[in-house]
């Protein structure tokens, strides 16, 4: 006989080969070799490693002839136990169905009574009714009877599935089948018709059950009495009740329970009272039921001090509350503000570690003890649900920041907004209590006024995530990183905003450009300034002016021109020395058409620019050619221009040897009356004779000596007139 040291080489060995074979010859040999390991006892390797392993097969591969090898190889022969534990094992229905048909369409196995009620008990609660009833239907033709329970089963999942009528078509079937009705039976069809509201039909049924000399039992009547409490029939619950007792059915704890709830649906507690009182008169001890029923019909009608005496009534009998106890009382005490004793009955659930079965009185619990006052309180609340491994959610912790902000603890709610953005509570996908803005919007206002907007950021990119996007916000933040002088990222906020097609404000655009103005970006606050535009929003007088300053300083002439433009265009009428300034800088510069078209839409404006303080300053420079443009766009439009300013481009043109734009400036003077002073005339007439233009000095001569005799017949008149 081997020795248990030689047993185990001998298992290390097989595993050793095993580890290098196919899965399906692997598995065959772990058997095998396991099998021949044990002969001497006669014991077999545990059937819940075969069946696991048959299981693992069908959930990772699809169901093909290549899989029905591998597992009848691997299996020698398939028994009662192997293929029970195969189906019971099956996480999916399909699996289930796949194997109960393949093993006996193979051969391999006759199904039985006990497989055929795990197969129809897998199908029916996957609701592959079709199926379950199919293989019901059949079960005669393989040589198995029926028998009651098998009926039953279906009925009850035709029923969990919502299919009444299929459920009571099965009940009549069992009697054209012969299949013989019990009370069970009865009972099976009763739980199902009397939740959907049948309660005629359950009448009926129950009259044709008496008559066939079927006798209820009390699990019958607690059915029908609750049946009849979810239709509101009170009388006919009463009545069966009554009917119970004079079949000398006695009520026990379920039947009062259902009386006592029956009534709180109708919020008849008075009522319900005299059914607790009449229990504990017979001598039937509530339960923990009876006491939480009765708990919630006092809440139910705002009778709180009752559910609380209840409560401790019950403790003090050694019945110990369970979650849907506190679940029940904890709202009621939250509605009346009975908020210490909320308190209390929470660190009592605490310490027993129960956690409710809704979730939802948390809230409620965070609400009533802000509502309070009792900031401390409803922190603690979170504590226990954390405590008691009840998922926290964005909404929870939105409540407690809120409150905290409007007590003014900011750091508090600093750290809890910490705890959200580190555990990412927000972007949890089962979460159903969301933060509300009310709550978020008053945490990213204090962080973004206290220099603290990165974190504001984060926070928020994680509600934008879950589809939040609340305009307040997006304008806090750009607000926040313009101060904090961090413009880039203010500007991406509002490129999101724009992309999200989210309303921004005005006044988040303006801190935007007053913080690129501050970084000395005058280009990008030009840019941020368009972009405020663009959004419909119209920056102030100041903000145009730093604007253009800004551009001013830095060079960048022409941008200060288009900002001009811009202002100008929207009727804008201050500014004009800044408005010179950039005139001046635009001919100075070359720019003279573009300096023309704006003093162009000056003038549009019904603004007189300053055009001889211009022309001064171009002559002193030099800039004969932009004064003479200058020059020439005045007389075109009979600007108020000094006869002065005319002879000094004049005589920068002569000085400069631009006789014959000179002359042309000359001559349209003449026109206009605005020579006097025939000295520069004559020098210019000199300098054409001098360059060979003779005809124009010529020309030029003679319409000086025309106006001179213009001039003195006027004179001569007048002299005439004063004489006379």
């Known amino acids: 006989m081997a020795t248990p040291k030689l047993k185990k080489m001998a298992s290390l060995c097989a595993l050793k080969k095993l580890s290098t074979a196919p899965l399906c010859l692997r598995s065959t040999s772990f058997f095998y070799s396991s099998e021949s390991l044990n002969n001497d006892t006669n014991t077999r390797i545990p059937q819940e490693k075969l069946e696991d392993l048959i299981c693992r097969m069908m959930s990772s591969r699809a169901w093909t002839t290549r899989l029905q090898n591998s597992i009848r190889n691997l299996v020698p022969s398939f028994d009662h136990e192997l293929v029970y534990n195969v189906l019971h094992s099956s996480k999916n229905a399909d699996h289930a169905l796949q194997f109960f048909r393949w093993v006996e369409r193979s051969g391999l196995f006759i199904h039985d009574r006990e497989t055929h009620f795990k197969i129809i008990h897998i199908l029916g609660r996957a609701s592959k009714l079709n199926h379950a009833r199919c293989i019901l239907l059949d079960m005669p033709n393989k040589g198995v009877d029926w028998d009651e329970d098998l009926w039953v089963l279906m009925i009850d999942s035709y029923g969990k599935s919502g299919i009444v009528q299929e459920s009571v078509k ?52 607690n059915l029908l009495i609750w049946g009849f409490f979810l239709s509101s ?7 069966f009740f009554e009917d119970m007792k004079s079949r000398e059915i006695t009520p026990d704890v379920v039947t009062y329970n259902t009386m006592i709830n029956g009534y709180n649906r109708v919020k008849k507690i008075e009522e319900a009272e005299k059914y607790f009182v009449e229990m504990k008169g017979r001598n039937i001890e509530p339960n923990v039921i009876s006491y939480t029923t009765l708990i919630k019909g006092y809440s139910l009608v705002g009778r709180v001090d009752d559910a609380l005496r209840i409560f401790e009534e019950m403790k003090s009998f050694g019945i110990k509350p ?55 309180a409803a922190a603690d609340v979170l504590k226990t649900m954390i405590r008691l491994s009840v998922p926290t959610e964005a909404g929870h912790y939105g409540v407690l920041i809120e409150n905290f902000c409007k007590a003014g603890i900011y750091d508090r709610a600093v750290k809890f907004l910490d ?73 991406e906020i ?19 450009v007053e913080s690129y103005l501050k970084k000395g ?27 253009m300053e800004s551009l001013m300083g830095d060079g960048r002439v022409q941008t200060a021109s288009r900002v001009m433009k811009v202002m100008l265009e929207k009727g804008v009428k201050e500014h004009m020395d800044l408005i010179f300034t950039i005139l001046e800088a635009l001919l100075m510069r070359g720019h003279v058409e573009e300096a023309l078209g704006r003093i162009e839409l000056l003038l549009h404006n019904s603004l007189s620019p300053d055009l001889d303080a211009l022309l001064s300053v171009l002559c002193d420079k030099g800039k004969t050619a932009a004064a003479l443009k200058l020059l020439d766009f005045g007389l075109e439009r009979n600007c108020n221009i000094d006869f002065s300013s005319y002879d000094k481009v004049l005589e920068s ?27 520069s005339c004559e020098e210019l007439i000199k300098s054409l004779n001098d360059e060979g233009n003779t005809k124009q000095a010529d020309i030029l001569r003679r319409m000086i000596l025309g106006k001179e005799t213009i001039l003195d017949s006027k004179k001569g008149k007048k002299k005439t007139a004063v004489a006379a």
């Open 170 to 221: 099965l009940f009549s079937k069992m009697e054209e089948l012969g299949v013989q009705r019990t009370v069970k039976s009865y009972n099976a069809l009763f739980n199902v018709i009397t939740r959907r509201g049948r309660y005629m039909m359950a009448k009926r049924y129950f009259n044709k059950m008496v008559n066939e000399g079927i006798e209820p039992t009390r699990h019958t009547y």
């Open 233 to 239: 029939k009170l009388d006919t619950a009463i009545r």
């Open 322 to 376: 369970n979650a849907i106890t506190y679940s029940t009382l904890l709202p009621s005490l939250c509605d009346a503000q009975k908020m210490s004793e909320a308190r209390v009955i929470l660190k009592e659930m605490e310490d027993k570690y129960i956690a409710p079965k809704d979730n939802s009185i948390f809230i409620k619990l965070i609400l009533g003890q802000c509502e309070a006052g009792d900031l401390d």
């Open 419 to 491: 705890k959200l953005i580190e555990k990412e509570i927000v972007l949890r996908p089962e979460s159903s209590l969301s933060m509300e803005p009310s709550s978020y919007n008053l945490i990213i206002d204090y962080l973004c006024n206290n220099g603290h907007t990165a974190k504001a950021e984060t926070f928020f990119r994680q509600l934008m995530k879950t589809g939040v996007q609340d305009p307040v916000a997006f304008n806090n933040l750009v607000c926040g990183h313009s101060r904090e002088g961090v413009p880039d990222s203010a500007f």
């Open 494 to 512: 509002l490129k999101i905003m724009g992309r999200r097609k989210v309303v921004s404000d005005g006044i988040a655009h303006k801190s935007l």
């Open 521 to 547: 970006k005058p280009a990008d606050a030009k840019t941020a300034l368009d972009n405020m535009l663009e959004n419909g929003h119209d920056p102030d007088l100041l903000l145009h002016r730093s604007v």
């Open 653 to 679: 043109l002569v000085a400069s040897g631009k006789t014959l734009n000179a002359y042309s400036i000359l001559c349209k003077m003449m026109e206009k009356g605005g020579v006097k002073d025939h000295k």
